[in-house]
């Protein structure tokens, strides 16, 4: 029996949370922009790296341009790697920060710097540090969902594939552990680690929306079908999975397991990738209507909508939307971060593209 010391609630209100709007082109003007972007993707110098939560094209322009689509940590490392010395970030501001704080001396662009995570703003850094201070003898880890002000306060930084390992490995050293920002995942992984922890008390508006009552009749309605679910997911709809996985351990589950339809409780943009892996098995939303519910981003992230091509192509064309981090919070949030890939390399651990954000 785990129990959690509760704090304030800072799930974000709707009214901060905005609509889900997906830009929609007329074939031509798609293909012209899709055109423009990469003569300017090209004499820039410029590498695109895309979220899997993002809008297919963007998805299809990263692989077309030699650019990379994945999660939050691994998009950073491509772009360590990458020679290039501009990388245009298509995903939320945490993961622009990330790449900028593993490359600091690269220009790291994104095609709209309002595109938020409710995690991160549900986090506040001086709010986030005055709790801190209640517990000073307490271990402080944070997911990737987090601004760089919070990793910089941070010992430790976790993404949905490595933390349970590394919450085990504190609870072995005898840690007391503060966790944040979302609950539904610290739940998650205070029960998989048999571990006590502090809980901020933040969520993902997308995972939170997904209904276990409604998705219990939707595998009665497929009842072949298997359930992958990610963590940031509420604890009744995790209890129904078959797999529960970060992004992209979703997307190889699709490809190996023997199923051939699959219910599944992400951002719907991840389909794109997951029809790569698996291009004859079918996909279908986990709900997020039935009684009582009041989706608004109804399985798609309103602000990894905001990258859309007109966006992209603006910021190419006029260099704008540039991610500044702080030279000390950068020094600062690096341990953390550090901290994670020398655990996984101990372990001999694939970090990198076994992750999530
Ligand atoms: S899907 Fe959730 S966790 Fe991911 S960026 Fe959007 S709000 Fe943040």
């Known amino acids: 029996m785990h129990t959690a010391t509760l704090i304030q609630d800072y799930r974000l209100p709707p009214e901060r949370v905005p609509q889900t709007v997906v830009e929609t082109l007329a074939r031509d003007e798609r293909d012209e922009c899709i055109r423009r972007i990469k003569r300017l993707l090209q004499e820039q110098d410029a590498a695109l790296v895309a979220h899997y939560y993002t809008d297919a094209d963007l998805q299809l322009l990263a692989d077309e341009t030699g650019g990379h689509v994945s999660d939050s940590l691994d998009m950073a490392r491509f772009g360590y790697e990458a020679d290039a010395q501009t990388l245009i970030v298509c995903g939320v501001r945490f993961m622009g920060e990330t790449a900028k704080i593993l490359n ?8 709209d710097l309002n595109a938020d995570c409710s995690l991160d703003l549900g986090c506040p850094a001086d709010e986030f540090g005055r709790f801190c201070a209640q517990y000073p003898d307490h271990t402080v ?10 990793k910089a306060r941070a010992d430790w930084m976790v993404t949905s594939g490595s933390a349970v390992d590394v919450v085990k490995h504190l609870v072995a050293t005898g840690e007391k ?3 944040a920002p979302d609950k539904y995942l610290g739940e998650y992984v205070q029960a998989q680690a048999g571990a006590e922890m502090i809980l901020w008390q933040g969520s993902c508006i997308v995972h939170e929306e997904f209904k276990g009552k409604e998705l219990a009749e939707l ?21 129904q999975a078959d797999v529960v ?13 023997d199923a051939d339809t699959f219910i599944v409780a992400t951002d719907k943009g991840i389909f794109y990738k997951m029809k790569q892996a698996a291009p004859d098995k079918r996909f279908i939303e986990a709900p997020t209507a039935g009684k009582g519910a009041t989706c608004k981003s109804c399985g798609h992230c309103p602000w990894m909508a905001m990258n859309s091509l007109t966006k992209l192509l603006a910021t190419l064309e006029s260099g704008n939307n540039e991610i500044f981090v702080d030279a000390a919070i950068i020094e600062r ?14 372990r001999k651990q694939l970090i990198y593209g076994n992750n999530d954000a």
Do not use: C
Not at 104 to 111: F, S, T, W
Not at 219 to 238: D, T
Not at 333 to 346: H, M, N, S, V
């Open 104 to 111: 600091p001396e690269k220009r790291v662009l994104m095609p």
């Open 141 to 150: 880890v944070v997911y990737a969902n987090t601004s760089a002000a919070v």
């Open 177 to 179: 552990i503060i966790w």
């Open 219 to 239: 595998k009665r309605r497929h009842p072949r079908a298997k359930v992958l679910v990610h963590p940031e997911s509420p604890a009744s709809v995790i209890e």
């Open 245 to 257: 996985s970060s992004t992209t351990g979703i997307i190889k589950a699709a490809g190996e397991l």
């Open 333 to 346: 949030a690096k341990a953390p971060i550090k901290r994670l890939l020398d655990f996984a390399g101990q």
